[in-house]
């Protein structure tokens, strides 16, 4: 029976050399973290073999059975701490405590020396975290409740902040509370599609350091960003996400799903990695039409009979990447099951042959791009009113409430 000490620390090895394996783990600092802190403590209730998994857990939900809260997947929690890149004695400030886990992580990563401080917008999660923190001897973290896009101004500056909730803009305390010299990681929303982004300060603005595919729970709070999600479909519940607001007919919309039309190919074949890390991507930032199509529970098994091309990380949800009109769309295929498979467009209403015709276009360009994906991408994030002449030009930028963000490549 799992429970003694040393098959506890077992597992903890395991999953560390599980995370070393695949490239998430890459320092030493972080492995220890990884082998010391003890996870299932800060999940109680869920047995210690599934703790240590590489997988995120749930802890709260909202009174629809919403998830709002979890304890990350450890793969993504290592990139970003390697991202974050703490030293001992370093004070941290993370936004969105959770579980208390990453913390706990943060804590061993800035020693005896250093101080963590983590803000979290319930209550119950803080004094549940707080509880567990204490538990495992960590004085060295301070758990507040607040609001996280403001930060906790009053132990700043922090060498470090890092956000562990997905946020749709770089909040102006957040980049205000950070030292001159320290590291902000946030995974951000870049119209639709997240990457957590390390950012340092060059003059005024923010470049990157790295940029790592993630995808997180939103931020809850009073600059919480829109969640452009429309229900469409009651029986199977069918939602729309899109990638900004979008006049649609909802009736017209669930109608279409039950109008295929024929596939149109696309001639590119392309791993589903590379659909997730650069094609969703492209067409977030290329077309102004982008939506995703998605259902839940029992009705994920028939997936809307969409040929839908990607699972998310929860068994039961499908989700597939579409154009959308009014009363109609255009799902992104795949038109076999072989590897690489090849990519295409299923038209959807009376409309959707135009739809799919553009979707099927979008792939034909990306593919001719040389597919840019996640490496080698470099984001600048500029203060909202800078002068457009100090900002570097490129066909790829977001607008955001507090900043331009500038997407290139490296060539």
């Known amino acids: 029976m799992i429970g003694m000490p040393e098959d506890l620390q077992q597992l903890r090895n395991q999953l560390v ?20 802190v003890p996870r299932h403590s800060f999940v109680p209730g869920v047995e210690p073999e599934r703790a240590y998994r590489d997988e995120a857990l749930v802890i709260k939900s909202d009174a629809n059975g919403v998830p709002i809260s979890s304890s990350s997947q450890p793969a993504i929690m290592a990139r970003m701490l390697e991202q974050l890149d703490v030293r001992p004695g370093h004070r ?14 943060l804590a061993h990563l800035v020693g005896e020396t250093g101080a963590v ?11 549940d975290a707080c509880a567990r923190l204490t538990e495992c001897g960590l004085s060295t973290v301070t758990v507040g409740c ?9 132990c700043a500056p ?6 562990t909730v997905g946020a749709s803009d770089i909040f102006p305390a957040w980049v205000a509370q950070l030292a001159s010299d320290g590291r902000l990681v946030v995974p951000l929303d870049l119209r639709g599609p997240q990457r957590s982004i390390a950012w340092q300060r060059v003059g005024d603005h923010l470049e990157s350091v790295s940029v790592v595919r993630c995808g997180f729970m939103r931020l809850r709070g009073a600059l919480a960003g829109p969640e452009p999600i429309r229900q469409i479909s009651l029986e199977p519940p069918v939602f729309i996400g899109m990638a900004e607001p979008h006049d649609m007919d909802g009736d017209a919309l669930s ?12 001639g590119v074949r392309a791993s589903i990695d590379e659909v997730l890390d650069g094609l969703s991507l492209w067409l977030a930032l290329r077309e102004p039409a982008m939506a995703w199509v998605s259902t839940m529970g029992a009705a994920a098994d028939r997936a809307l009979n969409l040929g839908m091309y990607y699972a998310v990380r929860k068994p039961v949800s499908l989700g597939a990447a579409a154009l959308i009109g009014t009363d109609s769309l255009a799902a992104l295929v795949r ?21 799919a015709q553009r979707l099927v276009d979008h792939i034909n360009d990306w593919n001719s791009c040389a597919r840019p994906g996640t490496a080698g991408l470099r984001v600048s994030a500029y203060p909202y ?12 930028t977001i607008d955001k409430r507090y900043n331009r963000l500038v997407l290139t490549w490296a060539a």
Not at 146 to 154: I, T
Not at 158 to 163: F, L, Q, S
Not at 385 to 396: F, K, L, V
């Open 17 to 36: 050399d599980g995370l070393r394996e695949s490239g998430h783990v890459t320092s030493e600092r972080v492995a220890s973290a990884f082998r010391t």
């Open 92 to 105: 941290v400030l993370e936004v969105g405590t959770g579980s208390g886990y990453n913390a706990a992580l």
């Open 117 to 127: 401080v983590s803000v979290d917008i319930d209550v119950d999660l803080v004094e």
């Open 146 to 154: 607040g609001d996280g896009s403001l930060g906790w101004a009053e």
């Open 158 to 163: 922090y060498d470090r902040v890092i956000a």
């Open 255 to 266: 109608a279409a799903l039950a109008q295929p039309g024929a596939e149109i190919p696309s």
């Open 335 to 355: 038109l076999n099951d072989q590897h690489p498979v090849e990519l295409g467009a299923l038209p959807l209403g009376p409309d959707g042959h135009r739809l």
């Open 385 to 396: 009113g800078t002068d457009p002449a100090a900002i570097a030009e490129s066909r790829n």
